[in-house]
């Protein structure tokens, strides 16, 4: 069992060490672990958005909006995302 505080305090050290692949790569695979934690796809999307992937932050809630349909926080954050792209 994966402890969401843990892979996400790992995950953020990463990021202020400038280890921004690593982090992500991290997040992904807690992802495949332990898909229903809401946490690790907005985590992961941040990731991506603070790389200028804001391509790959969509597709990452996108995929998360798949399972967490309701979810408030990832559709505010899909949407604005999808605002800084321009869609």
């Not at 692949?21 to 941040?46: H, K």
């Not at 992937?53 to 559709?75: H, N, P, Q, V, Y």
């Given at each position: 069992?994966?402890f969401?505080?843990?892979?996400?305090?790992?995950?953020?050290?990463?990021?202020?060490?400038?280890?921004?692949?690593e982090a992500?790569?991290y997040?992904?695979?807690?992802?495949?672990r332990?898909p229903?934690?809401?946490q690790?796809?907005?985590?992961l999307?941040?990731?991506?958005e603070?790389d200028?992937?804001?391509?790959?932050?969509?597709e990452?809630?996108?995929?998360a909006?798949?399972?967490f349909k309701e979810d408030e926080?990832?559709?505010?954050?899909?949407g604005s995302?999808?605002e800084?792209k321009?869609?």
């Amino acid at each position: 069992k994966l402890f969401p505080d843990a892979v996400l305090h790992a995950a953020q050290m990463m990021r202020k060490q400038g280890r921004i692949e690593e982090a992500r790569s991290y997040l992904r695979e807690s992802i495949v672990r332990s898909p229903r934690t809401t946490q690790f796809y907005v985590f992961l999307a941040s990731t991506e958005e603070e790389d200028g992937k804001i391509g790959s932050a969509i597709e990452t809630l996108e995929r998360a909006r798949l399972i967490f349909k309701e979810d408030e926080k990832i559709l505010y954050y899909l949407g604005s995302l999808y605002e800084k792209k321009g869609d």
